[in-house]
Every structure is written in structure tokens, then in C-alpha cells.
């Protein structure tokens, strides 16, 4: 009866067992490979509209596709005037030393940027709400050291509100 008015210091038990009750567990990005025919600078003429099922329950199928053809429509845009100034680039590239190729390295970057805007766009539009980020990055290829650049889309972890600060 006399422990019913006494004060105990909290124990360090309730401190050390509040971070391991929140661990949030992120899963590992869904990433999507170029599926063109033909590539420029690492960047694929388009992306394969295959739903990944990593997305399944996390956004809708018609979004996942409407995003990837409005990629699909930058880079249809953007690519064959690429390849003609590749073209015209490879055959002066003897007489101008190589800076015929500037041209196309600009564009190609040009393209890149407007990918990246489109990207950051939906993000904001839809993504973000839906603890997605989709972005556009360089990666290795399988089978070669090359480059080349896919759409990675990563998950944002849930902030844990229930934590106390």
C-alpha cells in the first residue's frame, strides 16, 4: 500500500523498444528499361507499357499507362530529329573535328530535361499523393558496361506520426 503514492523514474525499457515498434520497411524501386529499337546517348526511342506487378493496389494500371505514353510521346517527338542530326553529325565528324556532334549531345539533354519535367509534373499531379516518385536515371546495362537510362520509380516512406518525437 505504501508503493500506491510513490514516483518512479521511467526506465530507458520504453525508449529503447518506441524506434524498433517503427521500423518502416521500403521496398526496393521498380525500375523500367528502355524497349526501343533504337537508342541515342543511353536513351531509349520508347518504354514498355507492361504494368509492373510491384504497383499492384498501389496506383491504377490506367495511370501507370497514361504516364508511360506521355514518355513515350516526348521521346517519339524529340528522337528522330536526334537522329538526323546524329546522322548529319557522323558525316562532318571527320572535317569539324568531332564538334559536329555538339548538336545532337544538346538535344539528347534537351530531351532528357523534358522526360525530367514531365516526370516531376506527374510526381506532383499524382504520385506523391500516392507515396510513389518516379524519376528518370542512368543505370547500367545487363549485358554490357554501357549506360543507359531508365525510369525508376521509388517509394516514399510513411511518416510514422505515432512516433514520439
Avoid at 79 to 84: T, W
Avoid at 95 to 114: A, D, E, F, M
Wanted: aromatic residues 10%; hydrophobic residues 35%.
Amino acid at each position: 500500500m505504501a508503493d500506491f503514492d510513490a514516483i518512479y523514474e521511467e526506465g530507458d525499457d520504453n525508449e529503447e523498444q518506441a524506434p524498433d515498434s517503427f521500423v518502416s520497411l521500403v521496398p526496393d524501386p521498380i525500375v523500367i528499361r528502355g524497349a526501343g529499337n533504337m537508342t541515342i546517348f543511353g536513351l531509349s526511342n520508347r518504354f514498355e507499357c507492361d504494368f509492373p506487378p510491384g504497383l499492384v493496389s498501389r496506383v491504377a494500371p490506367e495511370e501507370y499507362k497514361s504516364t508511360i505514353m506521355r514518355a513515350n510521346g516526348v521521346l517519339k517527338k524529340t528522337l528522330p530529329v536526334n537522329v538526323k542530326w546524329l546522322f548529319c553529325g557522323c558525316v562532318c565528324c571527320c572535317c569539324t573535328l568531332g564538334c559536329s556532334l555538339w548538336p545532337v549531345i544538346c538535344l539528347s539533354k534537351r530531351t532528357q530535361n523534358s522526360i525530367d519535367k514531365l516526370l516531376e509534373w506527374e510526381n506532383g499531379r499524382l504520385y506523391h499523393k500516392l507515396g510513389l516518385h518516379w524519376r528518370l536515371t542512368k543505370q547500367r546495362c545487363d549485358s554490357s558496361s554501357m549506360m543507359e537510362y531508365v525510369l525508376q520509380i521509388e517509394f516514399i516512406p510513411k511518416i510514422p506520426i505515432y512516433k514520439p518525437d
